[in-house]
């Protein structure tokens, strides 16, 4: 056995249990200022190249600060619908230097699915390294002078910067800097989200544009890759989960947990899993390999140190908040906590899971010398009952209630990509591929080429002067034959939160967003392989435009997989 039992029900523990005090670097102190920014920067999906992702899209407080919608990755091998499938959080499609789709080798014209799940970002201020394999670090280097911009105590700034770049993330292949700031400058701060937070309407009411709101954070309206991670970071410091059923057992209530949970929390600070997940933040931030997966599919923390004793290794994280998580561990194969148990079991008990031993830690004992392989485990296997009570403590009594209800200062606006019945449909469309029953379906989707001719030449942000007339063309690459039997093309435009559609009359008139209401702008009998479609052509208002094609399929309407934006000043 690997774990030991107090007879008596657990009272609030003596010592300092409370979570530790934020500490932020003195070259980026904790400001109102900062901290709506950072708020309003997190959930912009326009700081994507194709303003379909923001920071917060894979990281949700009602989903434990992580992603909840379940993406796959087909793993090392590139097949889909076997053991090295990987539980990713949904990111980009794949765009060239141009902004121009490209077809990706899993996913075709489909946002593509991360290699890792994505990890709960609420109690990441309290690390030293951050992202699963520990790479963003405690100094900030500035990207674009290659400076030291924060000595130490930098890794959730860090972290903040690497998605912005990263072409499976939120970026297109080779995106800039200064391709980001120059949007930033241009774009109207949230303009695509709804339902704005009071605190960042108030905040949009005194300063409604990024320099504007840069120069309340900083002093001065310049827009810098520094102060985005700043700011960033800011607003994720202040989001400290401190308010759950444990924390309020630990501040004298007993009875703020119940018995079960009481007996549960006693169950776990005396077992084996303890020795990892400990203190207040239930870990001890550190990198473990406990055999997911065959460490050579995924070399982990080695990647960052060179060393091959870290090879496979991953950041043990924070169970706070883990009863709100529908994919746990690295690879997002774990769905809850018992799920978790089971699989800490398998190495000595059929639970349906097996651990790769290549490389195993070995947990540490009370006097901090390796004592347990992880296959070692035996945990509470001849208890159910005991099991059960520590599911309950570690599922409920660690959720803080204003993060499952995002509620401030967890509350957040929501997103267009979660508020937009077109892309849904697309959406629909688009899992259908990675559905068993109808992997050998064979429907694919278009390729997207849309080309702008302006007086002007377009910035790489695709943003064009309202004085001169825009003529906009989309050629449609049908590359199957599946198309349905009345041909019907449709072109939807979203202007500044609002849908219009493009009749047969060629007319953009208002739409609400429902298929069932959607007109055609051309019904033909048949389909060439290449269509070419005038979308617009004119004056058009200034604002922040989003633009969707479809044709009907046999299989139902299909859309470019994320829309095309574009911008009018």
Same mark, same amino acid.
């Given at each position: 056995m690997t774990f030991f039992q107090f007879s008596a029900i657990a009272q609030p523990p003596q010592g300092q249990q409370e979570l530790p005090a934020v500490n932020a670097p003195d070259e980026n102190p904790i400001t109102e200022e900062k901290r709506i920014l950072g708020k309003i920067l997190f959930w912009d999906e326009q700081l994507s190249s194709d303003n379909t992702v923001s920071c917060g899209s894979c990281h949700l407080p009602a989903a434990g600060g992580s992603d909840p919608r379940l993406g796959v990755n087909p793993g090392p091998d590139h097949i889909f619908g076997n053991e090295d499938d990987i539980i990713g959080t949904i990111g980009i499609a794949l765009y060239d230097e141009n902004l121009n789709p490209v077809a990706h080798r899993d996913f075709g014209y489909s946002p593509q699915v991360t290699g890792r799940s994505a990890p709960s970002f609420l109690t990441a201020m309290f690390a030293d390294e951050l992202f699963w394999d520990g790479r963003a670090g405690e100094s900030l280097i500035d990207p674009l002078t290659g400076e030291v911009a924060i000595e130490e105590g930098a890794a959730l700034e860090t972290q903040a910067l690497g998605p912005i770049l990263s072409d499976v993330e939120m970026a297109k292949i080779g995106r800039t800097w200064e391709e980001v700031t120059d949007k930033l400058e241009l774009v109207g701060p949230l303009a695509l989200a709804d339902n704005l937070t009071p605190d960042i309407e108030n905040t949009l009411n005194e300063a409604d544009s990024y320099p504007e709101l840069f120069a309340l954070a900083f002093g001065d309206q310049s827009i810098t890759p520094v102060r985005i991670a700043m700011a960033i970071a800011t607003?994720?410091?202040?989001?400290? +989960?401190?308010?759950? +059923?444990?924390?309020? !057992?630990?501040?004298?209530?007993?009875?703020?947990?119940?018995? #079960?949970? *009481?007996?549960?929390?006693?169950?776990?600070?005396?077992? @084996?899993?303890? *020795?990892?997940?400990?203190?207040?933040?239930?870990?001890?931030?550190? !990198?473990?390999?406990?055999?997911?997966?065959?460490?050579?599919?995924?070399?982990?923390?080695?990647?960052?140190?060179?060393?091959?004793? #870290?090879?496979?290794?991953?950041?043990v994280p924070s169970l706070r908040n883990v009863g709100l998580r529908n994919a746990l561990m690295h690879n997002g194969r774990i769905t809850d906590v018992q799920d978790a148990i089971n699989f800490y079991n398998s190495g000595t008990s059929d639970t349906g899971h097996e651990i790769f031993r290549e490389n195993l830690s070995e947990v540490r004992g009370q006097d901090g010398r390796p004592d347990i392989r992880i296959d070692e485990i035996?945990?509470?296997?001849? #208890?159910?009952?005991?099991? %059960?009570? &520590?599911? #309950?403590?570690?599922?409920?009594?660690?959720?803080? +209630?204003?993060?499952?209800?995002? /509620? !401030?200062?967890?509350?957040?606006?929501?997103?267009?990509?979660?508020?937009?019945?077109?892309?849904?449909?697309?959406?629909?469309?688009? =899992?259908?591929?990675?559905?068993?029953? @109808? %992997?050998?379906?064979?429907?694919?989707?278009?390729?997207? %080429?849309? $080309?702008? /001719?302006?007086?002007?030449?377009?910035?790489?942000? =695709?943003?064009?002067?309202?004085?001169?007339?825009?003529?906009?063309?989309? /050629?449609?690459?049908?590359?199957?034959?599946?198309?349905?039997?009345?041909?019907?093309?449709?072109?939807?435009? *979203?202007?500044?939160?609002?849908?219009?559609?493009?009749? $047969?009359?060629?007319?953009?008139? +208002?739409?609400?967003?429902?298929?069932?209401?959607?007109?055609? !702008? &051309?019904?033909?009998?048949?389909?060439?392989? *290449?269509?070419?479609?005038?979308?617009?052509?004119?004056?058009l208002d200034e604002g922040n435009y989003s633009l969707y094609l479809g044709y009907a399929t046999v299989e139902g309407i299909v859309f470019n997989p994320s829309a095309i934006t574009f911008g009018i000043e």
């Open positions: 607003y994720e410091r202040t989001l400290i +989960p401190n308010q759950s +059923p444990f924390d309020d !057992f630990v501040d004298g209530n007993n009875g703020a947990l119940t018995a #079960d949970q *009481r007996e549960g929390l006693d169950l776990f600070r005396n077992s @084996v899993c303890n *020795r990892c997940h400990e203190g207040s933040l239930f870990t001890d931030q550190d !990198f473990e390999t406990i055999g997911l997966r065959p460490p050579e599919e995924d070399t982990g923390r080695e990647a960052v140190t060179n060393d091959n004793r #870290d090879t496979g290794a991953f950041r035996d945990f509470l296997v001849d #208890d159910p009952e005991g099991q %059960q009570q &520590v599911v #309950d403590f570690l599922s409920n009594g660690l959720t803080d +209630p204003r993060v499952a209800n995002e /509620q !401030f200062p967890f509350d957040r606006p929501t997103l267009s990509q979660e508020n937009d019945d077109l892309h849904e449909s697309a959406s629909t469309i688009r =899992r259908a591929f990675t559905n068993d029953s @109808v %992997q050998n379906s064979e429907l694919v989707l278009p390729e997207f %080429q849309v $080309s702008f /001719q302006s007086g002007e030449i377009a910035s790489s942000a =695709r943003t064009f002067d309202s004085g001169n007339t825009l003529e906009i063309t989309a /050629q449609l690459e049908i590359v199957n034959e599946d198309v349905g039997s009345d041909a019907d093309i449709y072109v939807i435009l *979203r202007m500044n939160k609002e849908f219009y559609m493009k009749t $047969s009359e060629g007319e953009l008139v +208002p739409w609400d967003a429902r298929l069932s209401t959607m007109e055609p !702008f &051309v019904s033909r009998d048949s389909l060439s392989n *290449r269509e070419t479609i005038p979308v617009a052509s004119g004056d």
